[in-house]
């Protein structure tokens, strides 16, 4: 099992809608949280970082639930160039000071 | 700097040849990473400096790759007698401390013919 989960997708979705990202992990231990957002053939960019009690950017909001282990993005009113893959990171001192990054989700938003 | 410098940005190399990759990490970061990603896949853990030290370097594939870092600034990443699966895009990234979030490089493209 690889220590961070994410639904490959693809999420295709029309402009405007709401979507979300679920992604789970394993090291009880982990101790902070990001969403990162890739586009095609570019190096991942930091969206946000995950806190314990929610928090929220614009049309995008971040959850954690360490109980279940598993973070969530929720992107409302999506646009077209919402379009790329969101990974999904965590970071644990037992892990040498490296984060895990997930598969990544794509979202294809469409006209 | 004002981000993370990444050269080449691409390189074409023959089987068998060695290739250095280049990485100026953001002024006043410590913590310093290389990750490959092959195309349409994941990113691949290689390395991870803090300071100039290594401690963790179990994500390289093979004793052909080896990376150094000169005190808290640039780090090469140098793989020998490539081979046709070394070809992937090589990702720096570069943090103030650990556990906190990265910013990458805009990658090298390397491709090995």
């Known amino acids: 099992r690889k220590e961070v989960e994410q639904d490959p997708g693809p999420f295709n979705v029309p402009e405007g809608a709401t979507v979300a990202f679920n992604c789970t992990y394993s090291n009880s231990a982990s101790q902070s949280f990001f969403w990162y957002r890739q586009d095609c053939r570019k190096e991942p960019k930091l969206l946000m970082s995950v806190y314990s009690s929610g928090n929220e950017d614009g049309r995008f909001t971040a959850q954690l639930n360490r109980a279940s282990q598993y973070i969530s993005l929720l992107i409302r009113d999506s646009k077209l160039s919402d379009s790329a893959t969101y990974l999904c990171?965590?970071?644990?001192?037992?892990?040498?000071?490296?984060?895990?990054f997930g598969d990544g989700t794509t979202l294809t938003v469409k006209p | 700097g004002a981000g993370v410098s990444q050269s080449p940005s691409n390189k074409v190399t023959e089987k068998g040849k060695d290739v250095e990759l280049r990485c100026d990490p953001i002024s006043g970061h410590t913590a310093l990473y290389w990750y490959r990603q092959r195309l349409g896949q994941g990113l691949e853990f290689l390395i991870y400096f803090q300071g100039n030290s290594a401690p963790d370097k179990s994500g390289l594939p093979s004793d052909r790759f080896s990376a150094e870092r000169t005190g808290e600034s640039v780090s090469t990443l140098t793989i020998q007698r490539t081979q046709q699966e070394d070809s992937a895009v090589y990702l720096c990234a570069s943090s103030p401390w650990d556990l906190y979030g990265y910013t990458f490089g805009s990658g090298t493209r390397l491709t090995v013919v």
């Open positions: 990171v965590v970071n644990a001192y037992t892990n040498a000071g490296k984060s895990t």
